[in-house]
Nanobody, 114 residues
Framework: VQLQASGGGLVQAGGSLRPSCAASGRTYIMGWFRQAPGKEREFVAA????????YYADSVKGRFTIPRDNAKNTVYLQMNSLKPDDTAVYYC???????????WGQGTLVTVSS
């Protein structure tokens, strides 16, 4: 499975962005991680295709959602009320393998200016 992420960019604090991630094949769970400069990579959000259960990091609850398009094997990361601390490279992921995600897409940079 290959993951193609796009839709990052530069936005002012308080604004919104909606990057997308398309999978080349069927997956059972997809999500997003991020890594800010000088910080460790962290989980952001995930969604199960079957049933639609969603999972969010506490730092983004109430601001981010992870909608999906079943027909396109695509998930999005709807990011609202963005803060400078949300600045990071965002990575799309799919399918768990143990405690890790098996598939990783290329990152897309999100920069939030104050």
């Amino acid at each position: 499975v290959q993951l193609q992420a796009s839709g990052g960019g530069l936005v002012q604090a308080g604004g919104s962005l909606r990057p997308s991630c398309a999978a080349s094949g069927r997956t059972y769970i997809m999500g997003w991680f991020r890594q800010a400069p000088g910080k460790e990579r962290e989980f952001v959000a995930a969604i199960r295709w079957s049933g639609g259960s969603t999972y969010y990091a506490d730092s983004v609850k109430g601001r981010f959602t992870i909608p999906r398009d079943n027909a396109k094997n695509t998930v999005y990361l709807q990011m609202n009320s963005l803060k400078p601390d949300d600045t990071a490279v965002y990575y799309c992921v799919a399918d768990r393998e143990g405690n890790e995600f098996r598939y990783w897409g290329q990152g897309t940079l999100v920069t939030v200016s104050s």
